[in-house]
Antibody, heavy 117, light 107 residues
């Protein structure tokens, strides 16, 4: 059974950092595109980052230079390191299996990030 | 970057009505278009991929069409359980942009 379980969200002050994790079972993160998608309160879905099976990564302009997606193959886990957090980064962050050429058929339940002083 | 524009942003229809949602890409994306359904407080769910392929387990009243820049999601007979927000997404290349969403309610 495919499962994606996010963790690491919480309350952080503006300028702070968080690392989100997405623990995967049922498939290998090393051979799949893996993405992060976020949803601000009352807003729509926003693609954040993707990591390719080959290791290339791409980020949305809104987080470029502040967020880094990575993975640990033996732990079968994907991460999103978020630095210099802003109030507007407040959102539910979802991990999803998919990327260019592959739609998001599997999603985690989400982890909530609140950036506030 | 390619922009994805959905219309309408919301709609209200009666049970049994045919509902159509449109998604337009600012440049051609072939058929790399997916539709997702998100019910209130829930995780998004894939409904349709490659513009017209129904994801396994999705009721046949949902259908998708289009290619290039213009795409449509149709619910042939709206049911109470279809109350949700629907999003299109381009996934041909990064950025993997979503449309703004269409909120569907029952009249």
């Amino acid at each position: 059974e495919v499962q994606l379980v996010e963790s690491g969200g919480g309350l952080v002050q503006p300028g702070g950092s968080l690392r989100l994790s997405c623990a995967v079972s049922g498939f290998s993160v090393s051979t799949n595109y893996m993405s992060w998608v976020r949803q601000a309160p009352g807003k729509g879905l926003e693609w954040v980052s993707v990591i390719y099976s080959g290791g290339n990564t791409y980020d949305a302009d809104s987080v470029k230079g502040r967020c880094t997606i990575s993975r640990h193959n033996s732990k079968n886990t994907v991460y999103l390191q978020m630095n210099s957090l802003r109030v507007e980064d407040t959102a539910v962050y979802y991990c999803a299996r998919g990327g260019p050429g592959s739609s998001y058929a599997s999603w985690g339940q989400g982890t909530t990030v609140i950036v506030s002083s | 970057d390619i922009q994805m524009t959905q219309s309408p942003s919301s709609l209200s229809a009666s049970v049994g009505d045919r509902v159509t949602i449109t998604c337009r890409a600012s440049q051609g994306i072939s058929n790399y278009l997916a539709w997702y359904q998100q019910k209130p407080g829930k995780v998004p769910k894939l409904l349709i991929y490659t513009a017209s392929t129904l994801q396994s387990g999705v009721p046949s009243r949902f259908s998708g069409s289009g290619s290039g820049t213009d795409f449509t999601l149709t619910i042939s007979s709206l049911q109470p359980e279809d109350v949700a927000t629907y999003y299109c997404q381009k996934y041909n290349s990064v950025p993997l942009t979503f449309g703004g969403g269409t909120k569907v309610e029952i009249k």
